[in-house]
């Protein structure tokens, strides 16, 4: 399978915190990771290390096989990287169809505001994004008004607008209640699945961890201290250790024999 993100031996510190200590992963075509790990354990740095919003005091990011070190996140999107935000990056006042119209008009290079004339632009595949993440009926609606879970649709559809091969999804369902979460995540895992495209995700939520992941990689302090499917990761001692005495620990052990009954 080829590999559509390597990193290697990936480093950053913030003075004297190892925020990422020499992680390594890497990242098939189809394949939904999980990256887990208590606050403060790297995630978000490294997410941000792979994005470009960070450079890495050393190692190497590998995005289809080209090194992307150094790249500025609006490169590394050009090079096939979409992410969703765990802040909603929509424009309040546009409607639905013109937040992912944007997307459209900035992957083709065009500007970035919205005349009359590039109103007509992109329309087709524009809606074609927003039946899929399910949300077409509202395509006219501006997307301030939207519910919670509607706008993190139209954030999926837009972060999937340049036609990602690698997706990026920092907490995707932050603040969301769990039936929404739910159907959010098993939206994100068909479309993702149908398409071929590659998933790093981080949440809190274990059930969705472990409902949706091929496979989970888990960081604690800075450092990678376990990869593997998901039972193999549960039954990890280390782990254990790690959430022991945290509100994720029940769910291990929850999730841990619901698949054994
Ligand atoms: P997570 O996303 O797993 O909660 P982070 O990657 O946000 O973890 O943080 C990892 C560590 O790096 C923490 O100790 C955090 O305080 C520190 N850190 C993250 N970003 C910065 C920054 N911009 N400046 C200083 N320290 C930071
Ligand atoms: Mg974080």
């Not at 990256?35 to 978000?44: Q, V, Y």
């Not at 119209?101 to 809606?127: I, P």
């Not at 006219?140 to 972060?159: C, I």
Request: with cysteine; glycine share 8%; charged share 25%.
């Amino acid at each position: 399978m080829p590999k559509i993100l390597e990193v290697q031996h990936l480093r950053k510190s913030f003075g004297g915190v190892r925020a990422v200590d020499d992680v390594s992963f890497d990242l098939s075509a189809g394949r939904l990771l999980a990256m887990i790990g208590p606050n403060g354990a790297g995630k978000s740095t490294c997410f941000n290390l792979i994005n470009g919003q960070l450079k890495p005091d050393s190692g190497r990011v590998r995005i289809l096989g080209r090194t992307s070190n150094g790249c500025k996140p609006r490169e590394v999107w050009k090079m096939g990287v979409g992410r969703t935000f765990q802040i909603t990056a929509t424009f309040a006042s546009m409607t639905v169809l013109e937040n992912v119209q944007m997307v459209k008009l900035s992957h083709h290079g065009r500007t970035r505001s919205l005349t009359r004339r590039m109103q007509r632009m992109y329309v087709e595949e524009s809606m074609e994004l927003l039946e899929l993440v399910g949300i077409k009926a509202q395509w006219n609606r501006p997307a301030g008004v939207l519910a919670y879970g509607d706008l993190k649709r139209v954030e999926l559809a837009m972060a999937l607008a340049n036609n990602p091969r690698l997706l990026l999804m920092d907490e995707p369902t932050a603040g969301m209640g769990a039936m929404e979460r739910t159907h959010l995540m098993q939206l994100t895992a068909d479309i993702v699945r149908s398409r071929d495209i590659a998933v790093l995700f981080t949440e809190h939520d274990m059930d969705v961890v472990f409902t949706h992941a091929d496979e989970i990689i888990v960081l604690n302090r800075g450092s990678l201290v376990a990869r593997g499917a998901p039972d193999q990761v549960r039954a990890n001692r280390q782990v254990q250790e790690i959430y022991l005495g945290t509100e994720e620990a029940a769910r291990l052990q929850k999730n841990g024999s619901e698949a054994h009954d």
